[in-house]
């Protein structure tokens, strides 16, 4: 355990073998074989998005080969062609650069803003907890899924709404988990000694509080970008995200499901799997 000069001479508080709260999360996060798996998964997409644009150029415009429409899976396609002639590798691979970084997006925005909020209403309590609260409560009373659909389709269709409403449905998680990490940190020995030697309110919750409430915001965030590229791909699915000819997964999917029982299943399957 960290002495009060170490917690107090330091921006964060260490944890037991000297390491910061961050790291100490990340080790853990290093150790488990499902996460390690979850960052070779996530790594490989992100590496598809940044590398594709260099090696491949895309004009989802001037794609589209009627000639070519529906075939079945081939050397020259390997995932074979959709409705339009367009080859589904192409699109998949370029559509992961659309959900990829939508997601990411979306996780930055709601953890920046949600996070931001939790810590004012957990440090500031009373009348400021009670309003940001109660707002929390208004939109966890709405599944989220629901809630996005809803908010996009008063704003209207597109990749940029779908990026407002994903964020607004997320901010709750990391509003909570932010202002509970508060409301346990500030009475901890480590916090009352930094107030004890003179710091002000706003430097103890920034140099102190704060980094020792990382860890669970960022388990928070690594699932939330799951969520928010499924997400994404309902949104797409519905005719509410990216919309033609931008390829986007979901908005695969809309256009190639009912070809699925049709024998065109090639149309339908990988952009699913992916």
């Known amino acids: 355990m960290a002495t009060l000069e170490g917690a107090v001479g330091h ?36 590496l598809i998005a940044v590398v594709t644009p260099a090696v491949h150029h895309y004009d989802a415009r001037t794609d589209a080969d009627l000639g070519l429409r529906l075939k079945p899976p081939t050397a020259a396609h390997p995932l074979g062609t959709d409705t339009l002639g367009r080859d589904i590798l192409v699109r998949i691979v370029h559509a992961t650069r659309v959900s990829l970084g939508l997601a990411v997006t979306a996780v930055a925005v709601a953890a920046t803003l949600g996070s931001l909020l939790g810590f004012l209403a957990g440090y500031l309590r009373r009348q400021v907890d009670l309003v940001l609260m109660f707002c929390m409560d208004i939109l966890l009373a ?56 003179g710091g002000s309110g706003g430097r103890v919750l920034v140099s102190h509080i704060v980094p020792n409430s990382l860890p669970p915001l960022i388990v928070q965030a690594t699932l939330s ?16 995200g990216a919309q033609p000819p931008t390829p986007e997964w979901g908005a695969m999917l809309a256009d190639s499901y009912k070809y699925f029982t049709s024998g065109a299943w090639w149309a339908f399957f990988f952009p699913g799997a992916a």
């Open 11 to 46: 921006p964060a508080a260490v944890t037991s073998g000297g390491r910061s709260p961050a790291s100490a999360a990340w080790l853990r996060l290093a150790a488990s074989p499902v996460a390690r798996a979850g960052l070779v998964i996530v790594g490989l997409f992100v």
């Open 225 to 240: 970008v799951a969520f928010a590229i499924l997400e994404s791909a309902a949104l797409g699915f519905l005719g509410l």
């Open 142 to 197: 709405f599944p989220a899924t629901l809630l996005a659909i809803a908010i996009v389709a008063m704003i209207g269709p597109g990749l940029r709404n779908s990026l407002f409403a994903i964020s607004l449905v997320s901010v709750p998680a990391y509003a909570r988990l932010s202002r509970s990490a508060v409301l346990t940190l500030r009475e901890q020995e480590f916090v009352l000694a930094a107030r004890s030697l």
